[in-house]
């Protein structure tokens, strides 16, 4: 068995904190969370947790007793919650646990580091197949690893795109340590005073996806109108599809969307639903879905 080394993630996540605490303008709040990252990541140096730095800002864990799972140390949005909690947003897990059965079809747009497709590819089993986008070129070399490491390459298709309205090229708002919250459009990165640039290409679900889908999950932080507009076939063959999707009032703001007018464009298609904290589905309470925090969605063909 491998000897458990988080030795040099400790010293990498330190090494963050105090350069990020030592920039005048940086954001207080990401600051404090580096240094509760830090304190995590000594409580998992002590615990003895089945983690296990790989090098190259990698670390690599087990989750859901299920499959392991590559991360970025860099990263303070996703990486700290799969390394100490063994899971990623737990509603939209459970959600997904309902829904997904073997032999369906699932895209997940915005994969990540591949969390969800890794568990849908758990889910559909050798007779299902799973489509996986994530354009950012770092997540989306972790996300090919970990289809690599579960050895999943015979249900899960992965590619390099992002999904809107038409292909192009285009440059996208990042940051290495927001993994979660690479945007065209949402203004997150921008405020931590990291914001970098990369270019990336789109594509549309239509010129990818060619058969029926079952099952879809979407976050890609204020781009989901653009998706729907780029999948108007795959929705034509697909009368039973169920769609886990984030809603972000803000970045669809940035994006040049009103939320309300989003809102009631899904409703004419589909009956929508919220998705609490704990995995319940609730009726839409428009005064809450439309604030400023983001929500989860559940979306069934009308």
Do not use: C
């Amino acid at each position: 068995m491998p000897v458990m080394d988080v030795n040099t993630l400790f010293q990498a996540v330190g090494t963050l904190a105090e350069n990020a605490a030592a920039q005048a303008d940086f954001n207080q709040a990401l600051a404090s969370r580096l240094i509760e990252l830090e304190k995590l990541v000594r409580s998992l140096k002590q615990q003895g947790s089945p983690t296990f730095y790989a090098g190259d800002h990698l670390a690599v864990t087990r989750v859901l007793d299920d499959f392991f799972i590559y991360a970025d140390t860099h990263d303070v949005s996703v990486t700290p919650h799969l390394l100490i909690d063994g899971e990623w947003e737990p509603h939209v897990k459970k959600m997904l646990l309902r829904l997904i059965r073997p032999g369906m079809t699932v895209v997940d747009a915005g994969a990540n580091f591949g969390y969800f497709t890794m568990l849908a590819a758990k889910l559909t089993g050798p007779d299902g197949r799973v489509y996986a986008f994530e354009p950012h070129p770092r997540n989306f070399e972790i996300l090919q690893m970990n289809v690599a490491v579960n050895w999943y390459h015979d249900r899960v298709r992965a590619f390099p795109y992002a999904l809107l309205d038409s292909a192009k090229r285009l440059e996208m708002h990042t940051t290495p340590i927001l993994a979660g919250g690479n945007s065209f459009f949402s203004t997150q990165v921008e405020a931590v005073k990291l914001d970098q640039k990369v270019a990336v290409e789109a594509k549309t679900v239509d010129e990818i996806v060619h058969e029926r889908v079952d099952v879809m999950k979407i976050d890609v932080e204020g781009s989901e109108p653009f998706v729907f507009e780029g999948m108007k076939d795959v929705l034509a063959r697909s009368p039973e599809i169920k769609i886990v999707m984030e809603f972000n009032p803000p970045a669809l703001k940035s994006a040049g969307k009103e939320p309300k007018q989003f809102l009631d464009w899904l409703r004419d298609g589909f009956t929508v639903e919220m998705l609490s904290q704990q995995g319940v589905i609730e009726p839409v309470d428009e005064q809450v879905l439309l604030g400023q925090y983001i929500h989860t969605v559940v979306l069934t063909k009308a």
